[in-house]
T-cell receptor, first 113, second 111 residues
Framework: DGGITQSPKYLFRKEGQNVTLSCEQN?????MYWYRQDPGQGLRLIYY???????QKGDIAEGYSVSREKKESFPLTVTSAQKNPTAFYLCASSIDQGRETQYFGPGTRLLVL | EDKVVQSPLSLVVHEGDTVTLNCSYEVTNFRSLLWYKQEKKAPTFLFMLTSSGIEKKSGRLSSILDKKELFSILNITATQTGDSAIYLCAVGTNAGNMLTFGGGTRLMVKP
């Protein structure tokens, strides 16, 4: 049963804390992406990775960090430098650099305590 | 800077109505336009359009692209309550496989 999984479904962050959102895919896709979605807004790209051990900043990378040590995994860390982290975070993947159709995970909702 | 604008922002209709959602774009090196449907969580892929004037159809949903006027429309006929969702438009360019998303149209279909 192929797909993209994200965990946790809900995450609570305290002031000054770093938190990590998990994204795993078993679709054998090369490219993976992280988006942020705020209420009433579309998706904004945080980071993307075309291949293992390589990643690039998107439009709103400040306060976030990522790693891509394995093809199937692309975790996102929301650092304490991100002052307004409350949002819905979506992870996506696509087959490779030449194919733009992206498939999404179920998302993680991050709330600040 | 690439820009994708969707209209209307939100729409309320009754079952059986037909709706048209709009997506206009200004991007460098356009390659494709994609439509997604987002219910509670993950956006699900609907269509990808690359050529002007060729309609893509899936059941009651259809979409068409106009590369001269830089827009696309998504039509839904005989709407059902299950069509209630946010519909997202995204544009891909030849610069890579990143997508630029519009703000979405929230559709509510009442029984």
């Amino acid at each position: 049963d192929g797909g993209i999984t994200q965990s946790p479904k809900y995450l609570f962050r305290k002031e000054g804390q770093n938190v990590t959102l998990s994204c795993e895919q078993n679709l054998n896709h090369d490219a993976m992406y992280w988006y942020r979605q705020d209420p009433g807004q579309g998706l904004r790209l945080i980071y993307y990775s075309q291949i293992v051990n390589d990643f690039q900043k998107g439009d709103i990378a400040e306060g976030y960090s990522v790693s891509r040590e394995k093809k199937e995994s692309f975790p996102l860390t929301v650092t304490s430098a991100q002052k307004n982290p409350t949002a819905f975070y979506l992870c996506a993947s696509s087959i490779d650099q030449g194919r733009e159709t992206q498939y999404f995970g179920p998302g993680t909702r991050l709330l600040v305590l | 800077e690439d820009k994708v604008v969707q209209s209307p922002l939100s729409l309320v209709v009754h079952e059986g109505d037909t709706v048209t959602l709009n997506c206009s774009y200004e991007v460098t090196n356009f390659r494709s336009l994609l439509w997604y449907k987002q219910e509670k969580k993950a956006p699900t892929f609907l269509f990808m359009l690359t050529s002007s004037g060729i309609e893509k159809k899936s059941g009651r949903l259809s979409s068409i692209l106009d590369k001269k006027e830089l827009f696309s429309i998504l039509n839904i006929t005989a709407t059902q309550t299950g069509d209630s969702a946010i519909y997202l438009c995204a544009v891909g360019t030849n610069a890579g496989n990143m997508l630029t998303f519009g703000g979405g149209t929230r559709l509510m279909v009442k029984p």
